[in-house]
C-alpha cells in the first residue's frame, strides 16, 4: 500500500522527507505546540507550520532536570528533542500556555531555543470576548512574523491560506466519513498516520495525496466486521502504535476528539467574511473545546454524542496523560454524562511514548470483553 508508507513517513521522524525538501528550498519552518495556534497565518506568511512532537522518545532526562516530571510527558518530550538538538531544523517557535505545564515549556522554550519565539496567549473561555481576544493575538503575531522575517501577510494570501486549510478540512472530514463503514475504510492506527503527516508538511502537497487516495478507500475496508465500535478521546495522543496495540486486541477506532486527531480537522472558516482573522477566530472557537477552556464542556459534549450516534460508538477510551490536570477533571465530567446515556468509558492513564502495557493490556481486553457481551 503505497499510500500508507507516504503517510508513515510523513508522520514519523518529526524530519521528515517533505520538510528536508522545504528546508532544502531556503524555505523556513515554524514549530507550534498546541492545535488552537491558527497556522493559517503562518502560511500566509509563506512560513511551514509544523506541529511539535516526540515519535518514539522515551527517555526524559535531560528535560527533566529542567522541567519538574510533575509537567506531562508530551511537555518533557518537546523540551527534551530540543536540548538534544533534534528540532535544530525549525526557525521559530510558537509557544502558548494551553495549560500550566505548556507554560512551564514556554518560558524553557523562551531561554534555550536560540530562534525566534513567540508566545501566543490563548483563550480559555468560549464566545465573542474569546474571539477578539484570538483576533488581537493573530494580530501580534503577525506584527512579529512580519518584523522578524521581512514578510508581508497580506489580506489575500490569508483568504488564499483559508481556502487551502478549508481544501485540508473538507477532504479530511471525507476520509472520516469512510470511518462510519462496518470495518470502516482506514483503521484507527492509519487515520493517526494520515493526520500526522498532514501536520507535517506542506498543506497544498498533503491535499494532493488525499484527493487521490480518497478514490481509492471508497471501496477499502480495514479489519474485521463486527468488531466493538471504540472512539478515544484525550489529551496529547500522536502515537499510532498505541492506537494498533488497542486495535490488535479485536476492536476498530472508528472516531476520536484528540488535538493529534479528527479536532484538529473540525469545520472549516468561512471564506467571504469581511474579516478573515475574526472568520479563523470563529472556526478555532466552534471546535470541540480542549479542557483548558473553561465553560466548554458543554459544548464539547454536544459535538461529542453527535459523533458518538453518527459513527455508532459503541465505547469510550479516555487516554490521558498522567499528571494532565485539564484532562483530569474532564474525565469525571465526561464519565458523569455517559453513565446517564449507558455508554462504557475506559479512563487509561498513560505516558506520551506508552504505546502499550500490563496495566493498559488487561484493561483493554477486559473492556473488549465487556463491550462484546
Ligand atoms: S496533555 Fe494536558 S498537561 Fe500536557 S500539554 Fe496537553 S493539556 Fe497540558
Redesign the pocket.
Known amino acids: 500500500m503505497e499510500w500508507l508508507r507516504y503517510f508513515t513517513e510523513t508522520a514519523s521522524p518529526l524530519k521528515n522527507p517533505e520538510i528536508i525538501a522545504w528546508k532544502e528550498a531556503g524555505k523556513r519552518i515554524i514549530g507550534t505546540?498546541?492545535s488552537n495556534i491558527p497556522e493559517e497565518v503562518l502560511h500566509a506568511a509563506g512560513l511551514l507550520p509544523v506541529r511539535l512532537r516526540a515519535p518514539g522518545l522515551h527517555d526524559t532526562s535531560n528535560a527533566d532536570s529542567q522541567l519538574h516530571r510533575i509537567?506531562?510527558?508530551?511537555?518533557r518530550s518537546i523540551l527534551e528533542e530540543l536540548l538534544r538538538g533534534d528540532l535544530e531544523f525549525l526557525d521559530g517557535i510558537i509557544t502558548t500556555n494551553?495549560?500550566?505545564?505548556?507554560l512551564r515549556?514556554a518560558g524553557e522554550i523562551q531561554d534555550q531555543a536560540g530562534v525566534f519565539v513567540h508566545y501566543f496567549s490563548m483563550y480559555h473561555t468560549l464566545g465573542n470576548a474569546a474571539a477578539e481576544w484570538f483576533v488581537r493575538e493573530m494580530e501580534r503575531l503577525i506584527a512579529r512574523v512580519e518584523e522578524s522575517f521581512g514578510v508581508e501577510v497580506a489580506e489575500r494570501n490569508l483568504r488564499q491560506s483559508i481556502a487551502v486549510y478549508n481544501r485540508t478540512r473538507e477532504l479530511m472530514a471525507g476520509i472520516n466519513e469512510l470511518r462510519k463503514k462496518d470495518p470502516p475504510a482506514v483503521s484507527g492506527a492509519e487515520y493517526l498516520r494520515i493526520v500526522l503527516s498532514g501536520m507535517s508538511g506542506p498543506k497544498e502537497r498533503f491535499n494532493d495525496r488525499i484527493e487521490a487516495l480518497l478514490p481509492e478507500l471508497r471501496n477499502r475496508r480495514a479489519g474485521e466486521a463486527g468488531l466493538p465500535r471504540l472512539m478515544i478521546v484525550?489529551?496529547?495522543c500522536d502515537c499510532p502504535e498505541f492506537i494498533d496495540f488497542i486495535e490488535r486486541k479485536g476492536a476498530s477506532i472508528v472516531a476520536d476528539a484528540l488535538?493529534f486527531g479528527a479536532r484538529h480537522y473540525l469545520g472549516t472558516i468561512k471564506e467571504d467574511s469581511a474579516s478573515p482573522l475574526r472568520a479563523i477566530a470563529d472556526r478555532y472557537i466552534s471546535r470541540p473545546a480542549?479542557?483548558?477552556i473553561i465553560d466548554g464542556f458543554e459544548h464539547s459534549y454536544r459535538i461529542l454524542r453527535q459523533f458518538i450516534q453518527d459513527w455508532r460508538v459503541q465505547g469510550i477510551i479516555c487516554a490521558?496523560?498522567k499528571?494532565?490536570?485539564?484532562?483530569g477533571g474532564a474525565r469525571k465530567m465526561l464519565a458523569d454524562e455517559l453513565r446517564k446515556e449507558g455508554i462504557p468509558l475506559l479512563d487509561l492513564e498513560r505516558e506520551?511514548a506508552a504505546t502499550g502495557s500490563g496495566q493498559i493490556n488487561t484493561r483493554v481486553q477486559a473492556f473488549l470483553e465487556m463491550l462484546r457481551g
Open positions: 505546540v498546541c509537567n506531562c510527558s508530551y511537555t494551553t495549560c500550566d505545564h505548556m515549556l484525550g489529551g496529547a488535538c480542549c479542557p483548558s490521558r496523560l499528571f494532565c490536570d485539564h484532562w506520551y
